[in-house]
């Protein structure tokens, strides 16, 4: 990955935990930042063509003790 330099302004109080975190995990600042910046470059791709997401028609609503039996059921046939 080919690494642009770049100049940003941060808050003080954000750039002093920045700081804080860096020393306390033996990590450089900069990797910080750059993790913030792949952050906001995914949540912020947009796709040009619409996702093949598949519907799934349960026959009805689903009760939160009906998703539980499910995933029970699941864990037990993994068992």
Do not use: C, Y
């Amino acid at each position: 990955m080919a690494l642009k330099k770049t100049t940003v302004m941060v808050d003080e109080e954000d750039l002093r935990a920045v700081k804080e975190a860096a020393e306390r995990e033996g990590r450089p600042e900069s990797e910080f930042f750059r993790e913030a910046f792949h952050i906001v470059a995914l949540r912020n791709r947009r796709w040009d063509q619409e996702w093949d997401i598949p519907e799934l028609d349960f026959g009805g609503p689903l009760s939160a003790e009906d998703v539980k039996a499910g995933v029970d059921r699941a864990i037990t046939d993994l068992r």
